[in-house]
């Protein structure tokens, strides 16, 4: 079974970077997709970004040219940079990964198998 654990969450003002990682044990298989999504409280998980095996890479129009996804296959373990940071960027972060390749509905958690169980980001203004 593959198990994935996220880190790197905390508390930052307005404007500041946070970077989260999300370390899997287990074979995912050589195509995966992998993503992150987020929750805030009263609202529903809704995707953040998702990256392929080959290192293509999407992103919800709310974080673009703001975070960057990325992966690190030899590790086993997938980032998220987050510059510029607002307040509605609070809320519990969560890494997804899939056995197959990132297709259209990649943002939606449907498309996921695996599930970590979160960190959380906090951001003041």
């Known amino acids: 079974a593959v198990q994935l654990a996220e880190s790197g969450g905390g508390s930052v003002q307005a404007g500041g970077s946070l970077r989260l990682s999300c370390a899997a044990s287990?074979?995912?298989?050589?195509?995966?997709?992998m993503g992150w999504f987020r929750q805030a409280p009263g609202k529903e998980r809704e995707g953040v970004a998702h990256?392929?095996?080959?290192?293509?890479?999407n992103y919800a129009n709310s974080v673009k040219g703001r975070f960057t996804i990325s992966r690190d296959n030899a590790k086993n373990t997938l980032y998220l940079q987050m510059n510029s940071l607002k307040p509605e960027d609070t809320a519990m972060y969560y890494c997804a990964a899939s056995p197959y390749y990132c297709y259209s509905a990649s943002l939606h958690e449907y498309s996921y198998n695996y599930w970590g169980q979160g960190t959380q980001v906090t951001v003041s203004s």
């Open positions: 990256i392929d095996s080959d290192g293509s890479t």
């Open positions: 287990g074979s995912i298989g050589s195509r995966s997709c």
